[in-house]
Structures are given as structure tokens and as C-alpha cells.
Nanobody, 115 residues
Framework: QVQLVESGGGLVQPGGSLRLSCAGA????????MGWYRQAPGKQRELVAR???????NYADSVKGRFTISRDNAKNTVNLQMNSLKPEDTAVYYC?????????WGQGIQVTVSS
């Protein structure tokens, strides 16, 4: 059973850092990929970063060099380290897991970058 719960969001000043975590993916077996999307007000949900079962990753161009996705196989969590945050990173961030080619989503967590 997959029940995703995100943590680590909040308010941060520009240039600051946050670390998002997502738990509840269950066994890593049959996981095709996992990662993070985000949705800003008035915009479509967009991919931020994902990690595939083999360990390969990809990132949105807007976050390359600033964000790092990682997976903790022992804890079955996926994490997103966000550095050098910008106001345009403000959004609700959603964790997802693709397991047996079915997508599961978390409830979302707010990240606000503002001075």
C-alpha cells in the first residue's frame, strides 16, 4: 500500500535552503521512478526532479545546479535538497511514486520563498 506523506516545507528567504522528504512508498521493489512535481498559483503542475529505479536522475532546467534529489532505500524515502532558493520556486510541491507503472501522489506541501 502506498500512502505518501511529504514533510520539510515552509517559509524561507531568497538564497536559503529547504529539504523536502517523502515517506510511505512502501517496498522499493516494483518502483519505476519517484520524485517531485510542483504547482505555482495559476500555473500547471511541472516536474521538478525524479529518480529512476536504476539511480538515474533528471531535473527541470530551472532547478539544475540548485536542487538535488536522493533516495534512501533503507527508509523508502525520497528527498529533495533545495539550495539557493528563489521567489519563483514558491509552489506546492508534490511527491509522486510510479510503482508497477501506476502513479501515486502525496497531498502536497507548501514552499514559500520570500523576504
Amino acid at each position: 500500500q502506498v500512502q505518501l506523506v511529504e514533510s520539510g516545507g515552509g517559509l524561507v528567504q531568497p538564497g536559503g535552503s529547504l529539504r523536502l522528504s517523502c515517506a510511505g512508498a512502501g517496498s522499493i521493489f516494483s518502483i519505476n521512478s519517484m520524485g517531485w512535481y510542483r504547482q505555482a498559483p495559476g500555473k500547471q503542475r511541472e516536474l521538478v526532479a525524479r529518480i529512476f529505479s536504476g539511480g538515474a536522475t533528471n531535473y527541470a532546467d530551472s532547478v539544475k545546479g540548485r536542487f538535488t534529489i536522493s533516495r534512501d532505500n533503507a527508509k523508502n524515502t525520497v528527498n529533495l535538497q533545495m539550495n539557493s532558493l528563489k521567489p519563483e520556486d514558491t509552489a506546492v510541491y508534490y511527491c509522486y511514486v510510479r510503482k508497477n507503472w501506476r502513479d501515486y501522489w502525496g497531498q502536497g506541501i507548501q514552499v514559500t520563498v520570500s523576504s
